[in-house]
């Protein structure tokens, strides 16, 4: 059983900067791919970066040069450091574990960016 918990949202201003952390466990942890989805109000959850493994990171082009994915030594911990905030990027932002096929999700946290 995989479990995640996610922690950093909050309330920013344009222009601000978060991180988010989400703390990975269960089996198999330190080779699946740890990521970050977001979903706004209206719309379909999408992909915001994720990491691999390996280390190779995927991000979506809304938030390329801005937002960064990071794993820790253990790999069971990823981090998104959100810079340069806009107010387009207020969503729920959930943690996603996938290995084989499998998809886990954490809780959600909330990222509100205010004009």
């Known amino acids: 059983q995989v479990q995640l918990v996610e922690s950093g949202g909050g309330l920013v201003r344009t222009g601000g900067s978060l991180t988010l952390s989400c703390a990975a466990s269960?089996?198999?942890?330190?080779?699946?791919?740890l990521g970050w989805y977001r979903q706004a109000p209206g719309k379909q959850r999408e992909l915001v970066a994720q990491i691999t493994s390996g280390g190779a990171t995927n991000y979506a082009d809304a938030v390329k040069g801005r937002f960064t994915v990071t794993r820790d030594s253990g790999k069971s911990t990823v981090l998104l450091q959100m810079n340069s905030l806009k107010p387009e990027d207020t969503a729920g932002y959930y943690c996603?574990?996938?290995?084989?096929?499998?998809?886990?999700w954490g809780q959600g946290t909330q990222v509100t960016v205010s004009s």
């Open positions: 996603n574990y996938k290995l084989n096929g499998l998809d886990v």
């Open positions: 269960g089996l198999f942890v330190s080779i699946s791919t």
